[in-house]
C-alpha cells in the first residue's frame, strides 16, 4: 500500500460521525427521536432545559403536553398540565380553572413563570403561557 492509499478499514475523515450519526438515529426508539426533536426546538426558543430548572427560579420553558386533568377540589378547582420538553417533565398548574381553550394532550406551547416544589416534583402556578401553530 502506497502512503496516499487507505485501508478499507479506515474510516474516511469527517464521515465516521456522519455514519455513526445515521446508525444512531436507525436504531434509536421513536420516543428517543421525539425527546431529541423536543430538545432541539426548546433550544431554538431560547428556553431554559427542564431538567435544569430549580425552585425560586423565574424560567422560560418549550414543549410539548402529555396529560391534561381537571381536578376538582372542594375550595378551588385546578387545571393541570405535565410539559415535557425532552429532558424532564414540569407541571403546570392554572387555579381555578376548568378548561383552557388549547391546553390539550399533544399542544407544543412556551411558558414562562416562577418553579415551586410539590411533592417533589417541579410545577408552576398560573403561567404565562403561547401556544405553538400545531404541526
Do not use: F
Not at 464521515?15 to 433550544?43: F, K, M, N, P, T
Not at 391546553?103 to 412556551?110: A, F, H, V
Not at 417541579?122 to 403561567?127: A, E, F, L, R, S
Request: with cysteine.
Amino acid at each position: 500500500m502506497t502512503t496516499g492509499e487507505r485501508s478499507a478499514v479506515e474510516p474516511a475523515a469527517g464521515g465516521d460521525g456522519a455514519l455513526r450519526r445515521l446508525v444512531r438515529r436507525w436504531l434509536a426508539s421513536e420516543a428517543e427521536l421525539d425527546a431529541e426533536e423536543l430538545r432541539r426546538d426548546s433550544a431554538e426558543h431560547g428556553c431554559t432545559p427542564c431538567r435544569q430548572v430549580e425552585r425560586g427560579q423565574l424560567v422560560s420553558l418549550s414543549g410539548r403536553l402529555r396529560t391534561v386533568c381537571y381536578t376538582p377540589r372542594t375550595n378551588l378547582p385546578t387545571l393541570e398540565a405535565d410539559l415535557y420538553d425532552g429532558t424532564d417533565v414540569v407541571t403546570l398548574v392554572w387555579l381555578g380553572r376548568r378548561h383552557i381553550a388549547g391546553i390539550e394532550p399533544g399542544r407544543q406551547l412556551t411558558v414562562r413563570g416562577r418553579v415551586a416544589l410539590r411533592d417533589d416534583r417541579k410545577v408552576i402556578y398560573n403561567p404565562y403561557y403561547e401556544l405553538e401553530a400545531p404541526r
